[in-house]
């Protein structure tokens, strides 16, 4: 090579390591008890230093699911085995705040045992590279993704299900994935039909959509509350944060409310009992 050139092929490989991402710092798993994931590039855990979370105790009318939720998530915690959990159903019914009150139960218990690692519904596809990431760490991690669905020609839900099959490395033993979802499927109604329509085999295609739902071991089902169920929400918010209103004057005052917006759920319930204590004066906090 004439010794001209290479100054110029110095610089050149100077410049084309200036514009290299730089490598990923591996990620602090001590620094807080949630984070949330960034594919980047390039790709990092933020810690959150707050997670936005309701005391499982406040959540009425799903006793079974918080029972399922927390039995699961605690065994994980402790190191024993565990399932994928999806959480399916009725708007405004706790699913979230289900997983996030679980998580931090399972801290209260265990404390430091476990971290709460929320990955974006954009960025399901990236979901193999965060499990690199948290492969290489030695704490239990609960990877969450809230309101999970998919529409047509989406082929995300493709890696998804070789995460939750674990592939040929496995789920790492110090992973579990919770998900929820408004969809039963994951997946709507016409997509799935359209699936079946247009293929050779009309039962393998539907197969290959409904069975991403197989794949994880809970499977929960949230429904729109009635009444009773609806006061004992507003009840049990009223009780906890001490308001100074009598049963009867609160239910009539909820009844109005739901009304006004048309529904009766965990969150219309939360979002009145909010209101009624900005208007007695009262501060709240979670």
């Known amino acids: 090579m004439p010794t001209s050139l290479q ?9 084309l390591e200036r514009l290299a991402p730089p490598a990923a710092t591996p990620p602090d798993f001590g620094a807080a008890d949630a984070f949330v994931w960034h594919p980047g590039p390039p790709s990092r855990l933020d810690p959150v230093p707050r997670v936005a979370a309701v005391g499982i105790t406040l959540l009425q009318g799903v006793e079974r699911q918080k029972a399922l939720i927390l039995e699961n998530t605690l065994r994980f915690a ?41 990955i974006q519904r954009e960025d399901v596809r990236t979901l193999p590279d965060l ?3 948290l492969r290489a760490g030695d704490r239990r991690c609960l990877v969450f993704c809230d309101d999970l669905s998919f529409e047509r020609e989406d ?45 050779i085999n009309p ?17 929960i089902g949230f429904h729109n509350c009635d009444q009773d169920t609806f006061f004992a929400m507003v009840e049990g918010y009223a009780g906890s944060f001490g308001l100074p209103v009598g049963p009867e ?38």
């Open 78 to 118: 402790r190191g024993l085995p565990a399932n994928n959990a999806m959480l399916w159903g009725a708007r405004g019914m706790g699913k979230s705040s289900l997983v996030k009150a679980a998580h931090a139960a399972a801290n209260a218990e265990l404390p430091g045992s476990l971290a709460l690692v929320e």
């Open 131 to 133: 499990l690199n990431v």
């Open 203 to 219: 039962s393998e295609a539907t197969e290959e959509k409904v069975s991403l739902s197989d794949r994880f071991g809970l499977w």
């Open 7 to 15: 100054p110029v092929l110095t610089r050149i490989a100077e410049a």
């Open 249 to 286: 004057d609160l239910r009539k005052a909820a009844v109005e409310w739901s009304v006004t917006r048309g529904a009766r759920s965990g969150r219309v319930a939360w979002q009145f009992v909010q209101d009624m204590a900005g208007r007695l004066g009262v501060k709240i906090g979670v």
């Open 155 to 199: 082929a995300d839900y493709k890696a998804l299900k070789s995460v939750l099959d674990g592939g040929i490395e496995g789920r790492p033993a110090n992973v579990l994935f919770y998900a929820t979802s408004n969809r039963r499927h994951l997946m709507p109604r016409d997509m799935i039909e359209n699936e079946r329509s247009t293929a």
